[in-house]
């Protein structure tokens, strides 16, 4: 929800803001992101799905997969190629905000190994009206860009999790006589330093927002941390926890929740792009590099 409704604040129209704003902070409206189709996935601007513009509104039709929770969400924020002759890949994208109940619109979820449902979206002639056109025609990619992947990718709330985690795992070793657990104190520590300086850098994106600048380096870098951070915890809980960080359940230690990461993981390494991905655009636009 949270792409969704930042994408609003930051180029919504203001009949959008008043429409969807107060719905989505009283907790009445849920939204979510569809970029990713069958041949548009690390290459995100390749997508194929088109938004043809008839008498007043909009004719969407294509395919998008791997969209989490669209079988649960009122609607779906969409990108679609609304020009097929601009010059470039990266023009010519539109964003429409669709009601997930639209006729024509097939919402078929997809099971992972991580215990959620991932999804594809089938639009056959799903009409939207004008109103639901997010931002400015064809210039979806530069908002895409410049805003919606950077809210996806800066994962302040990660922080509190993996924070979370740390004191439950830091309570076990305490508790613990072994001289094998209280040797992982030191990983334990470390990790809660660096836990910390990601929570920290969440905070600089949020400000870097509040000043009008576009932290798209900064979105990255803590996008790549915390998912590092994250598979180094539930690592480190399985060599606290030993066999018992491998049951899942209720029941189990810190209710299962570090057999749920191990098992969901790469879904937090490569949502959003993969650690390639933010890594060349650390390189590109915080240390200046060329790109490749």
């Given at each position: ?21 107060p ?15 069958p041949?548009?996935?690390s290459d ?12 007043g ?13 669209a ?9 679609a ?33 991580g ?21 400015e ?7 895409i860009?410049?805003?919606t ?13 993996l ?14 006589s ?19 300086a990601?929570r ?5 994106v ?5 000043q009008g ?18 598979e ?7 060599d ?26 790469w879904f937090h ?8 991905i933010?890594?060349?655009i ?11």
């Open positions: 929800m949270v792409f969704v409704g930042q994408s609003v604040i930051a180029f919504g129209s203001e009949e959008q803001k008043r429409n969807f704003l719905r989505i902070a009283r907790g009445e409206l849920t939204g979510v992101w569809a970029i990713t189709e041949e548009a996935g995100a601007a390749a997508i194929r799905l088109r938004a043809e513009e008839r008498e509104e909009w004719i969407l039709n294509g395919e998008k997969i791997f969209t989490s929770g079988h649960d969400a009122d609607y779906i924020m969409v990108a190629r609304s020009d097929p002759k601009a010059p470039s890949k990266y023009a010519g994208i539109s964003l429409f905000l669709v009601p997930r109940t639209s006729a024509g619109l097939t919402v078929r979820p997809i099971k992972t190994i215990g959620w449902s991932v999804n594809q979206e089938v639009f056959d002639d799903v009409r939207v009206p004008q109103g639901l056109l997010l931002g025609k064809n210039k979806g990619w530069q908002n860009t410049r805003y992947f950077n809210f996806e990718r800066a994962g302040i709330a990660r922080t509190g999790l924070l979370r985690l740390g004191d439950e795992l830091e309570r076990i070793v305490h508790g613990s072994s001289a094998g657990a209280r040797q992982l104190r030191h990983p334990l520590a470390e990790l809660r330093a660096e836990i910390m990601a920290w850098l969440g905070y600089r949020a400000w870097l927002y509040d600048q576009v932290p798209s380096a900064e979105s990255s870098m803590i996008k790549v941390l915390t998912a590092d951070l994250l180094r915890i539930a690592d480190l809980g399985t606290i926890l030993g066999w018992a960080g491998l049951v899942r359940g209720a029941e189990a230690p810190l209710q299962g929740r570090i057999e749920f990461f191990l098992r969901s993981i390494l490569v949502g959003g792009g993969t650690p390639d933010q890594r060349n650390i390189a590109q636009w915080g240390l200046g590099l060329p790109r490749d």
